[in-house]
């Protein structure tokens, strides 16, 4: 991506699909560093600028290993007031397959709102809590999974995370059947292989993903 055109074409596709494929990313920190701060500044997070993960990695919530664990798709982040707009996954060395699984979240609301008006409508207006917690760090927040702008027509963010959604103890008690019902119907349509476009990730492939449109799962 050391081109005008290389950038220009990543980002065009990042707007048109959600993601873009890089090849041939140098496989060091330095690298991915140098290839973010082409498209974008870098914002740290708890675990700095640069979070590896691997065999020997432990889960952020559950203290599991990630490595042959598979995770549902989600959105990184819901538990800020604004999320990370963009993010970027490298693959550095690998002894075996590793695919992405990306889901657009943005046209799973759309059928799911052609499907189920209500469960549409309840993920649109019912604020979800979502929480981190660690030795260090505790945030808290709440919001709907799917958040629109201030005329309430346009979907912004799909804010589905369920390995960070807390306990609905601030749900009112007459809307919590709604919610879980909403839940399942968003979860049968994202987890559908009809839903999923998977990608072979190789030593020096970046992928660059719309945190606000796209779900992610490691499979």
């Not at 708890?46 to 919530?61: D, E, K, S, T």
């Not at 945030?139 to 005329?151: G, M, N, Q």
Request: with cysteine.
């Amino acid at each position: 991506m050391r081109s005008e055109e290389a950038l220009g074409a990543a980002l065009r596709s990042v707007v048109a699909n959600g993601f873009a494929v890089l090849k041939n990313v140098p496989r060091t920190d330095e690298g991915l560093v140098q290839a973010a701060e082409r498209i974008c500044p870098l914002r740290p997070g708890f675990f700095g600028r640069i979070f590896n993960f691997g065999r020997h990695m432990l889960h952020p919530i559950r203290s599991e290993p990630l490595e042959g664990e598979r995770m549902a798709h989600h959105a990184d982040q819901t538990y800020l007031t604004e999320p990370a707009g963009l993010k970027l996954v490298q693959c550095v060395e690998t002894n075996a397959k590793f695919t992405m699984s990306l889901v657009d979240g943005f046209d799973a609301a759309r059928r799911l709102r052609e499907r189920n008006e209500e469960a549409y409508r309840t993920l649109s207006t019912v604020p979800v809590e979502s929480e981190f917690v660690d030795g260090e760090h505790h945030y808290v927040t709440r919001d709907a999974i799917l958040k629109h702008d201030a005329s309430g027509r346009n979907l912004l963010q799909v804010r589905y995370n369920d390995y960070y959604r807390s306990p609905a103890a601030t749900v009112p008690v007459s809307r919590l059947d709604q919610l879980y019902d909403a839940l399942f119907d968003w979860t049968q349509l994202v987890e559908s292989s009809k839903s999923q476009c998977r990608i072979q990730l190789t030593p020096g492939t970046l992928l660059l993903l719309d945190n606000w449109q796209i779900g992610r799962a490691h499979v």
